[in-house]
């Protein structure tokens, strides 16, 4: 496979790699880039996969395969969303519908209204729940007084949380919700690699209570033209996949499917596939 001609190769057509190849061609027409996307599998996309059954006279059912909606609070798929111009396509989740249940003492405890993502942002609801004893709710009160970190080093998800709130609302309440965004503990993931918003509210508010009230009074980053309340997460209409056919019908570089990338040499003056 001859990619001299290429100035960037860029490996993996998931949406990690065709998000790139957008970037890079919205900055490249002034530069005159050339890319070229690799894949080796003969679909683009990655592990997002959507489904579509039929249902008769009621229409179909949108099943997801993959990730089925991305977090409202890292801006980045809505902004995506709307450079593509599916700004009218975006959904957000249902909130009088949507419970989310914790195994608690043997049974499932759901969630108190108004936490978003690991913090409480309505006082009587987390206050009459029975999912964190009270030691535990005030140990998560003493985030409104726990001085920021600002030295700008990362650390694991599992330390900020236990930072900040507790290692009864990292159990109780970030395991179970954070966790399986990313399918990895949260003592493996890096806060400025996943949650990097978590920290930037905490430098700018010094708390993640008073940084996620403001978020939310403010509509910010979560709410769009179409949807006037925030909501956690957000997905399209036709599901996640919709995305990946928008940059793949967007994409004008070279596009290569089942051309898997055995191995990457670099020269004395070039990088070669």
């Known amino acids: 496979m001859n990619l001299q001609t290429f100035d960037v190769a860029i490996i993996g057509g998931g949406i990690a790699g065709l998000s790139t190849a957008w970037y890079l061609q919205q900055a490249s027409p002034a530069q005159g880039l050339k890319y070229v996307l690799l894949e080796g599998s003969d679909r683009w996309g990655g592990h997002i996969r959507t489904e579509r059954v039929s249902a008769n006279a009621s229409g179909e059912f949108v099943i997801e395969a993959g990730p089925d909606s991305f977090i409202a609070q890292k801006p980045h798929g809505i902004q995506l969303a709307r450079e593509l111009g599916l700004d009218n396509r975006l959904l957000g989740t249902n909130d009088h ?81 954070l966790s399986g965004i990313y399918n990895s503990e949260a003592e493996k993931q890096s806060l400025l690699a996943t949650f990097p918003r978590f920290r930037d509210l905490e430098e700018q508010y010094g708390s993640l209570t008073r940084g996620m009230i403001a978020s939310r009074r403010n509509g910010q980053p979560a709410q769009s033209s179409h949807h006037g309340k925030m909501s956690a997460f957000m997905t399209l209409r036709g599901g996640t996949e919709e995305m990946v056919n928008a940059l793949v019908a ?24």
Not at 107 to 115: I, L, Q, S, W
Not at 250 to 273: A, W
């Open 97 to 177: 519908m949507r419970q989310v249940y914790v195994l608690h003492r043997g049974k499932p405890t759901p969630m108190p209204d108004g936490v978003l993502l690991i913090v409480p942002t309505k006082f009587t609801p987390f206050a009459l729940s029975p999912l964190i004893s009270p030691l535990g709710k005030l140990r998560m009160a003493m985030d409104l007084f726990i001085r920021p970190k600002r030295d700008g080093a990362d650390e694991t998800l599992a330390t900020f949380v236990r930072r900040r709130l507790g290692s009864e609302a990292l159990d109780k309440i970030a395991e179970p919700l």
């Open 250 to 273: 967007h994409l004008r570089g070279d596009m290569r499917l089942n051309s898997p990338v055995r191995c990457v040499t670099r020269s004395d003056d070039d990088t070669f596939i």
